[in-house]
């Protein structure tokens, strides 16, 4: 006899039970027409995961229940297998709240099928608490219930059995993390093997992130060797977010053979029914569908800004965007993207120049404009920030302690930063008129040391590329140009000039420039922040006397010394980002825009911080005198 499987990849929207009911009816009423035996949905597939603390509002989760009540009685002549909260009312969880688990049903004929647990389903054993997973705060774990039934483990991780056509087998099934095993003391899989099962499932809530699903391959397909037993992956697509990160969901749901032989992978942010054939006699899949994702690097980056991109702003309600182009390659391909989703009718660009912007980058702009075809206006500030400047020193300031009065002098720096909070007083203005939000177009360099203006340039509905160094802004930019337009859109001098925030005269194009020198600060900085052990800045002057950093931090060979001359000079460069990086540009992320996460470190949630002093150790004093004395 053979079982038809079916993971169905859907689109699951967060906080909203009703939509997903509707979604998972659609997809049992798929099944049913394609006389598929077992359905697999993804986990928390009812109300989704990235929910905040509307977690703890009993009438959503009232509403869940009774949605996961209807999907268990639509389950007549066939298996659903489905992920949604679980209640134990009669217990709490250690905030006081009524117990909740992260649970996998598993209906069949209307009813809900019953394994090794006092409950009719299956509870998530292992329960993330890294990066922006939170998972502890609301759920309530199999761990800590096997504690309190102070019954081993094994006792409570077993399969559960179905009848297909009068035939039974046991299906082993996993949520999420369950799977992950590399850094669990207990090992899902392997419990559900020896106790009988005869196929694994795994349903997940995955978020995307570079190098992810190689690395799932890897894990799900070793422990499918390990445990000789087929495994299905059910994944789903969309957006979620937790206020500071907006994360995709790609879906990519797969099946691995009993060797670990990856058969088949579901196509990324594309809703899926993924079909295959199981035979519980040999425990050996067959796929209906054969489809392998294979999406170079580049292409990840596109498909999940993208994806994320237009799903987060259909779901606040935007349509129109409008977008400060400078002439420089951030707000270039910022624009490029925008008009890609929304349409060219749909955004606004404005080049709002000083004086210090040079004939160069005012001209590129409009070229840009002019090749997406697009709508493009001029608004010069330099009257304005003349006018606000003159206002500053000129306003009588009365001191009644003294009973005196003084007016201020401004700095350099701070006339600079008139002009870029002058530039965001447009764009906010010119957004109310023309309707939807800004953007920010700030890239994760500038964002990492806070190389924007508090109240400025680091504001906006989006940050688009936040999550994006400039080495992978100036790849992503050629790919617009090559493979999503077809044309350059994007001129070929965006790509050539030095980069420059154009505020003064010592800082323009061809003058100055930006501070940062992106081909080697993007991988110090990178350090920093995505390392899984971050390296300090003891970590950076250890490897910069070993003679290993480039290598190590992975920017080119020989840069560090064509830049820094001396080791005084290099010290004198760290101890400057790093005290940018870890001081006030700590305060700006706080306030900065969410951010499409595509990094295993995107700032907001999945980098938790708080704002402290700059801080070198004991070791790297010690080292930084041995350097200096040399």
């Known amino acids: 006899m053979t079982v038809r499987f079916a993971c169905a990849q859907i689109e699951v929207v967060p906080g909203r039970p009703d939509i997903n009911f509707a979604t998972i009816i659609d997809a049992i009423d798929k099944a049913k027409a394609e006389n598929i035996d077992i359905l697999i949905l993804p986990e ?4 989704g995961y990235f929910l905040g603390d509307l977690w703890e509002q009993p009438a959503f989760l009232d509403d869940c229940i009774e949605y996961g009540k209807r999907i268990i009685a639509a389950a007549d002549n066939i298996c659903v297998i489905f992920g949604n909260i679980a209640l134990d009312r009669t217990k709490h969880n250690e905030d006081g709240r009524i117990r909740k688990y992260n649970a996998a049903f598993i209906a069949q004929n ?16 292992s329960l993330p608490n890294y990066r922006e997973f939170d998972d502890s705060r609301y759920f309530h774990s199999l761990r800590k219930l096997r504690e309190e039934m102070a019954v081993p483990i094994e006792e409570l991780v077993k399969p559960i059995s179905i009848t297909i056509r009068q035939q039974s087998f046991n299906i082993g099934i996993m949520i999420c993390e369950d799977g992950w095993t590399t850094n669990y003391s207990i090992n899902i899989p392997k419990l559900l093997a020896k106790n009988g099962a005869d196929v694994l499932c795994n349903i997940s809530c995955s978020p995307f992130s570079l190098q992810k699903n190689p690395k799932r391959h890897q894990i799900f397909g070793e422990q499918a060797k390990d445990c000789h037993l087929p495994l299905l992956y059910c994944n789903n697509v969309g957006v979620q977010n937790n ?8 879906g990519c749901s797969c099946t691995y053979q009993n060797d670990g032989t990856l058969l088949t992978d579901s196509p990324a942010y594309e809703e899926h029914f993924l079909k295959t054939n199981f035979d519980p006699n040999t425990k050996l899949l067959t796929n209906e ?6 999406y170079s690097e580049i292409a990840e980056i596109y498909n999940a800004v993208s994806y994320g991109t237009r799903k987060f702003l259909k779901q606040i309600g935007i349509s129109k965007m409008t977008i400060g182009v400078s002439g420089g390659i951030d707000s270039a391909l910022t624009a490029a993207f925008y008009v890609n989703l929304l349409g060219p009718g749909n955004v606004l660009l404005v080049n709002m120049p000083s ?19 697009c709508n493009y206006c001029i608004m010069p500030i330099q009257e304005s920030v003349d006018h606000t400047n003159t206002q500053m020193t000129q306003t009588q300031i009365h001191d009644y302690e003294s009973n005196s009065t003084f007016s201020l002098e401004l700095s350099p720096l701070a006339r600079e930063n008139i002009q870029a909070r002058d530039r965001t007083r447009i764009l906010a203005a010119l957004a109310s008129a023309f309707g939807g939000g800004f953007s920010c177009n700030s ?3 500038e964002i990492t040391v806070g190389y924007a203006t508090f109240y400025g340039d680091l504001t906006g509905v989006l940050a688009m590329i936040g999550d994006l160094w400039k080495n ?28 420059s925030a154009e505020l003064s005269a010592e800082q323009t194009v061809g003058v100055g420039g930006d501070p940062i020198v992106y081909e080697y600060h993007d991988y110090l900085f990178r350090a920093f922040i995505e390392r899984w052990d971050k390296a300090s800045p003891l970590d950076i002057l250890y490897w910069y006397k070993e003679g290993s950093l480039e290598e190590i931090i992975g920017c080119q060979s020989g840069i560090i010394s064509k830049i820094f001359p001396t080791n005084k000079a290099f010290i004198d460069d760290l101890e400057r980002w790093w005290k940018l990086f870890s001081g006030f540009a700590v305060a700006k992320r706080i306030q900065a825009p969410p951010i499409i996460s595509l990094s295993r470190r995107a700032y907001g949630y999945d980098h938790r911080e708080a704002q402290l002093s700059p801080y070198f150790s004991l070791k790297y004093h010690k080292l930084k005198e041995e350097l200096l004395r040399n």
């Open 443 to 445: 890239n994760k360099a």
């Open 110 to 125: 209307g009813k809900l099928l019953k394994g090794a647990l006092p409950y009719p389903y299956i509870v998530k054993t």
């Open 472 to 499: 992978q802004v100036y790849e992503l930019a050629h790919y617009l140009n090559d493979k999503i337009f077809e044309r350059k859109v994007i001129p070929d001098e965006i790509f050539t000039i030095s980069p």
């Open 289 to 294: 569908n054969y489809i392998h994702n294979n």
């Open 355 to 373: 004086k210090f912007n040079s004939p160069l980058t005012k001209n590129l702009a409009l070229m840009i404009a002019k090749a997406l075809k």
């Open 243 to 250: 206020g500071k990160n907006i994360f995709t969901f790609d």
């Open 44 to 47: 928390l597939a009812v109300p």
